[in-house]
């Protein structure tokens, strides 16, 4: 693989990886430093990378490893999720404000879960990776992804509708 085409992957997934290191650093600043730092690894690896049949996953696990040690380091700060999608312009004040209400209560659920759960929810809900590259970036059995991911979306589902029906017994 030629460096044009390497780079262009690269920057494919360039996003992405801003994202998860986000989620896991809290600080843009941190995140910005952790992609720009995994960038600069891969581009050195060049010709191991090149090899790769799969770029993104690899690095996808980079950065989520070089944030996970940048959180056990001192200069680290709290582990976050954190991930709005919204169109604010079709959507009424009360609207806008019911759906960020939803997603701070989700917020807070996420911040609950284990570890592991919440990466693989960030990984698929919110990145959209296959199950099969979760699996390579958490170092998983793909059976595995799938059960902490029914566990999380399960242990959120339920946690909402306790929020929302706000604490009231409906009977199911």
Known sequence: MNERKLLARMLAVQDSMFRLAKRLLISTE?????VQEVMTKLWEKMNRTATLTNVEGYAMTMTKNYCLDRLKSKQATQLR?????????????????????????????????????QLVVQLRDVEQYDFETIAQITEMSAGAVRVALSRARKEIRKQLIEVHNHGIETGS
């Open 30 to 34: 941190e995140a910005e430093d952790a």
């Open 81 to 117: 999720l954190v991930h709005v999608h919204q169109d604010k312009t079709s959507d009424s004040l009360d609207q806008q404000i019911n759906h960020r209400d939803s997603v701070a209560h989700v917020f807070k659920i996420m911040q609950s879960l284990p570890e592991q759960q």
